[in-house]
């Protein structure tokens, strides 16, 4: 008799143990994030010079990356890249692209996803003249972004905004804008007051804003020869733009980053 309730009560206690690790198990699996994010950019976002950016630009990328994660459920997202654009385009008192942004946001329809704003701008800012408002000053450069991002956090309360370093170009870049070297060096400059907004958010929105990928520059300064399409400007061939290479490249960057800010969060 003693043997028999020995062995019950083992068996009990046995048995509410899987059950209860059993179930931490199941809830730890079934708990995903699911997330809607905007891109923000200019062509490169967009996929310039692909053949099928609808299939390789790289927001594409990030999202199909972000989509085998363990951790992440439904990824819905949009693709605001415009060519040419530059911060002064994405004001919200110019009424184009911010307008665009807002359309897109609102059209989620899975509203209790966490709302994600991913935004490179800064290589059509940097150019000696063509663009929009070009050249913008590096510190009219980091008002518009601040600008920007005060609007969006005023107008979708909970969202996260990563900003993602811009990338590097050729110093002979010559298209329809003018880039060359002093393009490229004011580009540089924007890195630092990029990280300096993002410390003044730390303390005015904690964990909303956030520096997202930082090594997508070195990556093409060195491997623009296989990841960046060789085009003809007026001082020769020049690399401005992601190949279908470089966009996975560069849509797996933002990916990681992405997953880096979640797990900061």
């Not at 601040?146 to 609007?151: E, G, H, L, S, W």
């Not at 309360?157 to 880039?179: E, L």
Request: proline share 5%; aromatic share 12%; net charge positive.
């Amino acid at each position: 008799m003693k043997n028999f309730k020995t062995n019950t009560s083992r068996f009990l206690l046995v048995t509410i143990a899987a059950l209860f690790c059993g179930g931490f198990t199941s809830s730890a699996q079934t708990v995903k994030q699911n997330l809607n994010i905007v891109f923000i950019g200019n062509s490169i976002t967009h996929g310039a010079n692909l053949d099928d950016p609808l299939d390789h630009a790289p927001p594409v990328i990030a999202a199909v990356y972000l989509r085998k994660q363990a951790n992440i459920g439904t990824v819905n997202y949009s693709n605001q890249g415009y060519s040419g654009f530059t911060t002064v385009d994405f004001l919200p008192s110019t009424g184009t692209a911010f307008k665009k942004v807002e359309v897109a946001t609102s059209a989620f329809e899975d509203k209790k996803a966490q709302l994600i704003f991913s935004i490179k701008l800064g290589t059509n800012d940097s150019a000696i003249e063509g663009p929009n408002g070009s050249p913008v000053a590096p510190g009219n450069y980091q008002q518009n972004l601040k600008t920007i991002v005060d609007n969006l956090l005023k107008e979708f309360p909970g969202c996260i905004i990563i900003f993602q370093h811009p990338i590097w170009y050729s110093p002979n870049t010559y298209n329809g804008a003018k880039y060359l070297q002093e393009g490229l060096s004011r580009l540089q400059s924007y890195i630092p007051l990029i990280d300096q907004l993002v410390a003044d958010y730390a303390q005015t929105h904690p964990k909303q804003v956030f520096v997202g990928d930082t090594d997508a520059f070195g990556y093409f300064k060195k491997n623009y020869l296989t990841d960046l399409t060789p085009e003809e400007g007026h001082q020769g061939t020049f690399y401005l733009h992601p190949n279908k290479k470089g966009a996975a490249a560069l849509g797996t960057f933002w990916a990681k980053a992405i997953l880096k800010v979640l797990k900061q969060r």
